[in-house]
């Protein structure tokens, strides 16, 4: 099983700039094959799903995010990275990696593998 850890949460005011980050680590063997998505969480409300990126780097985001956050992915370091440009405080949220194989990257349903999440919050 592949276990994933988030970084790069934080505070920020709006408009500004977070980089978060996803490190694989565990039975990586075929994660470069695997299916990798961004989620964000407020409390009180269902997870949701941001960003995607398949094993041939195609991206997928939701339309909210689209044109300011840019996943992207690194397979030689095991990791995922979700560029967050344009910041506004609806953004603020607990967001956690997730990955599975097989494809369809966009269907945010699926995902069985998850981190432990980062706090996002924009003032």
């Known amino acids: 099983q592949v276990q994933l850890v988030e970084s790069g949460g934080g505070s920020v005011q709006a408009g500004g700039s977070l980089r978060l980050s996803c490190v694989a680590t565990g039975n990586t063997i075929g994660w470069q094959y695997h299916c ?5 969480q407020v409390p009180g409300k269902a997870r949701e799903g941001v ?8 991206s997928y985001y939701k339309d909210s995010v ?16 979700l560029q967050m440009n344009a910041l ?5 949220a607990t967001y956690y990696c997730a990955s599975r194989p097989g494809s369809f ?17 924009v003032s």
């Open 36 to 40: 990798m998505a961004w989620f964000r």
């Open 51 to 58: 960003a995607a990126i398949d094993a041939d780097g195609r």
């Open 66 to 81: 689209k044109d300011r956050f840019t996943v992207t992915r690194d397979i030689a370091k095991n990791t995922i990275l």
């Open 88 to 92: 506004i405080p609806d953004d603020t």
């Open 105 to 121: 990257c966009y269907n945010f349903a699926q995902y069985n593998d998850w981190g432990q999440g980062t706090q996002v919050t």
